[in-house]
């Protein structure tokens, strides 16, 4: 059964950081392509970074390069994202789903919150 927990979401002042995780079980991770999506209250989920499965590709939409950077360990079945000078717009509930670009299937762990309010 394919189970993702993300963590690490908090209350962050703006131009703080914060270092999500999620740990995905149920499934080879090392074989699967993987992505974070954030979704705000009443929008649709939308794509933020995807990485490869051994990690030498990443891709990130324009509002979070420079900022973010997506990264994975296949030893611990877990996959990052280091979020760097967050602004209030970042405030979202963030998720993990496997896929490059795009979900490969309709699995979606409980999200983490990331609020950056001063």
């Known amino acids: 059964q394919v189970q993702l927990v993300e963590s690490g979401g908090g209350l962050v002042q703006p131009g703080g950081s914060l270092r999500l995780s999620c740990a995905a079980f149920g499934f080879t991770f090392k074989s699967a392509a993987m992505s974070w999506y954030r979704q705000a209250s009443g929008k649709e989920r939308e794509l933020v970074a995807s990485?490869?499965?051994?990690?030498?590709?990443?891709y990130y939409v324009d509002f979070v390069k420079g900022r973010f950077t997506i990264s994975r360990d296949n030893a611990k079945n877990t996959v990052y994202l280091q979020m760097n000078s967050l602004k209030p717009d970042d405030t979202d509930v963030y998720y993990c789903?496997?896929?490059?670009?795009?979900?490969?299937?309709?699995?979606w762990g409980q999200g983490t919150q990331v609020t950056v309010s001063s």
């Open positions: 990485i490869t499965t051994g990690g030498g590709a990443t």
């Open positions: 789903t496997v896929g490059y670009k795009t979900p490969l299937y309709d699995y």
